[in-house]
């Protein structure tokens, strides 16, 4: 039972690459979500997934796109990378996304823009 | 302008005696509280939440108290243990969903 996996762990990117990143849960949890985490400041929420089928704009999504491409994968696209968007990754599972469900955090991708 | 504020960004504590960390948060809506701990390299892992129908949470070493009045938090650690070094982060949602709003994080060294 891995939990909630990400790949890449690190990524360098050059201004105006694209980049996808990927991934995974293995506790059959319908909510999905990605987070940015940037130094000084807590985890902003950036798109989350309900449910199978639906996402939904959190905090900071603009530059990011997201497919939930089944109940286990979530991914998050960069279209054309800029520096601003240099920061630490996570991915997070729950549930049924309720207050009260716990929140299962991968160990995150960081990523360097230049 | 931040919603959930950790207004100390370290804390240092002897190993066995209390560590006490704070949380304000400035929207009266928020009715979800929860503390997620974070060690280098990991995500963070969920530790203790309140709901805002209770003032006092405790599970094991941990504690979480909850003024509404002051729109304040804390989560208390004892006895503090080495393990227990790690960034502290408060979070809150209004609502029945998972929208929350992380604070900035309190680095928290426990000394042998």
């Known amino acids: 039972n891995a939990g909630v996996t990400q790949t890449p762990k690190f990524q360098v990117l050059k201004t105006g690459q694209s980049m996808t990143l990927q991934c995974a849960q293995d506790?059959?949890?319908?909510?999905m979500y990605w987070y940015r985490q940037d130094p000084g400041m807590g985890l902003r929420l950036i798109y989350y997934?309900?449910?199978?089928?639906?996402?939904d704009k959190g905090e900071v999504p603009n530059g990011y796109n997201v497919s939930r491409l089944n109940k286990r994968e979530f991914s998050l696209r960069l279209e054309s990378a800029a520096p601003s968007q240099t920061s630490v990754y996570f991915c997070?599972?729950?549930?049924?996304?309720?207050?009260?469900?716990?929140?299962?955090f991968g160990p995150g991708t960081r990523l360097t823009v230049l | 302008d931040q919603q959930v504020k950790q207004n100390s960004p370290s804390l240092s504590v002897q190993e066995g005696r209390i560590s006490i960390l704070n949380c304000d948060y400035t929207?009266?809506?928020?009715?979800?509280f929860l503390w997620y701990k974070k060690y280098p390299a990991e995500g963070p892992t969920f530790l203790i939440s309140?709901?805002?129908?209770?003032d006092k949470n405790e599970d094991g070493r941990f504690t979480v108290f909850l003024n509404k009045s002051a729109k304040h938090l804390s989560l208390h650690i004892v006895p503090s243990q080495p393990g227990d070094s790690a960034v502290y982060f408060c979070?809150?949602?209004?609502?029945?969903?998972?929208?929350?709003?992380f604070g900035p994080g309190t680095r928290l060294s426990v000394l042998p």
């Open positions: 929207n009266s809506m928020f009715d979800y």
């Open positions: 997934s309900a449910s199978e089928g639906t996402t």
């Open positions: 309140i709901s805002s129908i209770k």
């Open positions: 979070a809150a949602s209004e609502g029945w969903g998972q929208n929350f709003v």
């Open positions: 997070a599972s729950s549930e049924n996304g309720r207050a009260i469900d716990t929140q299962y």
């Open positions: 506790m059959n949890h319908n909510s």
